[in-house]
């Protein structure tokens, strides 16, 4: 079945990059996303990428795919302590359902 | 983006009793709803998928007769956990979309419920 990978933990200082990676197996994919969950909270969705496309930027947010290799990154640039949450990857094959990464922790230090 | 709402934000019950979770989209009509669990530091696990006016369709492993879930209209549907036990115990997230405007429309999720079973 469709599985989607991502690094558990990434910690970086307040004003770097930080770079978010996930894999996934489904090559039918269509559309990728990237949801933040804070703590106690559900998930916002901050961006989505259509699978046509190699590139996309939002403001500090920078979504690279590589469908070649099934790979999905986030950069958020000049991380600030706010950022702290989980990020999850999730995939949509144009079926009604996302199937979601394992999430990653992302810790911002001051 | 658009809103939905679940209620409760937290609740404690007793062992044995039946609690409702309610999920809510409030400024679209949701064809179809999920209800996901979400154990510590894990990733969201579908438990169903229900669409308005019909029943829901089950993950496997999942008890149907344990998690009842009935989506009533287009922007209600509610999760009853039947006779919980304390390993029911977890974060329970909803989400919402409008699938009559095609396959790939967002999903727009819940604030989730944190249940605990005492």
């Known amino acids: 079945g469709e599985d989607v990978e991502q690094s558990l933990f990434l910690s970086v200082r307040e004003g770097d990059s930080s770079v978010i990676n996930c894999t996934y197996t489904d090559s039918s994919s269509t559309y990728l996303y990237w949801y933040k969950q804070e703590p106690g909270a559900g998930l916002q969705l901050l961006t989505y990428?259509?699978?046509?496309?190699d590139m996309k930027q939002d403001q500090r947010l920078t979504v690279l795919l590589n469908k070649k290799d099934k790979h999905l990154s986030l950069r958020i640039a000049d991380t600030q302590t706010g950022d702290s949450a989980i990020y999850f990857c999730?995939?949509?094959?144009?079926?009604?359902?996302?199937?979601f990464g394992t999430g990653t922790r992302l810790k911002v230090l001051a | 983006g658009a809103v939905v709402s679940q209620h409760p934000s937290w609740v404690i019950c007793k062992s044995g009793t039946s609690v409702k979770i309610e999920c809510r989209s409030l400024d679209f009509q949701a064809t179809t709803m999920f209800w996901y669990r979400q154990f510590p530091k894990q990733s969201l696990m579908l438990m169903a998928t229900?669409?308005?006016?019909?029943?829901?369709?089950?993950e496997q492993g999942v008890e149907k007769d344990k998690f009842l879930i009935n989506h009533a209209s287009l922007t209600l549907s509610t999760l009853t956990v039947t006779s919980a036990h304390p390993e029911d115990s977890s974060f329970y997230i909803c989400?919402?979309?409008?699938?009559?405007?095609?396959?790939?429309?967002?999903?727009?999720f819940g604030q989730g419920t944190r249940l605990t079973v005492v």
């Open positions: 990428i259509f699978s046509n496309m």
């Open positions: 229900s669409n308005e006016g019909s029943k829901a369709t089950y």
């Open positions: 989400s919402a979309r409008d699938l009559a405007r095609g396959m790939n429309t967002e999903a727009f």
């Open positions: 999730a995939e949509n094959s144009g079926t009604y359902k996302y199937i």
